[in-house]
């Protein structure tokens, strides 16, 4: 790397941890951008995911909407039993690091969490359980909670970029213009992060939400043929083989009890 694009690469850091920082200013003011935790639990069993399940929709979720988190979502593959993914916003990245102590001084969350909190190492609740810290986009910089339908279906999508430049680049083509062409297109986000702790790094992930399976596929449709899209994806510095290296796509439901 030449000194030139250590320099802009070293700025761009600076500016997205500024960027950080002073978020957190505006959300202690009550505004500012979200934050979320992104859980994936892994599981081996059917017990497990049993287990899982009534700790979730029994302790966890009651607990957070108590303390005012929320809405919580809950979602997994129709067909398998692992993983299990839960999305829990934070306005401040204050609450991110008490969640723990918020719920562990919480009497009803311990009782009704107790099988699952104090599961022993011959018979644990789950395998392990990973987490990713996102910030929000600033082309939609809070969350929300498109469809609430009972046969709802979503849609998380990671992107992966080959630098932290090109990362950088993917945000601001979704800021600039990529966000507004998916409503126009009838594309309803969940929401658009950026991943500042996790795995797969540097990377952007984003959720949609749908009435259906046929809704994703005619809003995708839709998509990939209009006019503005099309204008967009074909800018030179846009291009997807210079600014992703890898994308995920993961079909997803809600579970009985999710909030989302």
């Given at each position: 790397m030449d000194r030139r694009?250590?320099?802009?690469m070293t700025g761009t850091t600076a500016a997205m941890l500024g960027g950080i920082e002073a978020s957190a200013q505006d959300d202690a003011a009550g505004g500012g951008r979200d934050y979320y935790e992104l859980k994936r639990y892994l599981l081996d069993t059917?017990?497990?995911r049993a287990g899982l399940?009534?700790?979730?929709?029994?302790a966890?979720?009651?607990a957070l909407e108590r303390h005012g988190f929320g809405p919580v979502g809950v979602f997994v593959d129709p067909d398998e039993i692992s993983p299990v993914y839960v999305l829990i916003r934070h306005k401040s990245l204050d609450t991110l690091t008490q969640l723990l102590h918020i719920l562990g001084g919480d009497a009803e969350f311990m009782e009704k969490g107790t099988a699952f909190l104090?599961?022993?190492?011959?018979?644990p609740a789950y395998a392990r359980m990973e987490s990713s810290l996102l910030y929000a986009f600033s082309g939609m910089p809070q969350m929300a909670r498109p469809t609430d339908v009972p046969g709802r279906v979503f849609q998380l999508r990671i992107y992966e970029s080959p630098t932290v430049l090109t990362g950088q680049t993917k945000i601001e083509m979704f800021n600039s213009a990529e966000i507004a062409i998916f409503h126009k297109c009838g594309m309803t986000p969940v929401f658009f992060g950026e991943a500042i702790v996790g795995d797969k790094l540097p990377n952007l992930t984003y959720m949609l939400g749908f009435e259906s399976r046929d809704a994703q596929n005619a809003a995708w449709k839709t998509f990939v043929q209009d006019p503005d899209w099309k204008e967009l994806s074909a800018r030179p510095e846009y291009a997807n083989d210079k600014i992703i290296s890898h994308i995920t796509n993961l079909n997803l439901v809600p579970t009985a009890y999710s909030q989302i």
């Open positions: 694009a250590f320099l802009a059917e017990e497990q399940d009534a700790f979730l929709a029994e966890a979720l009651p104090n599961a022993p190492a011959k018979t």
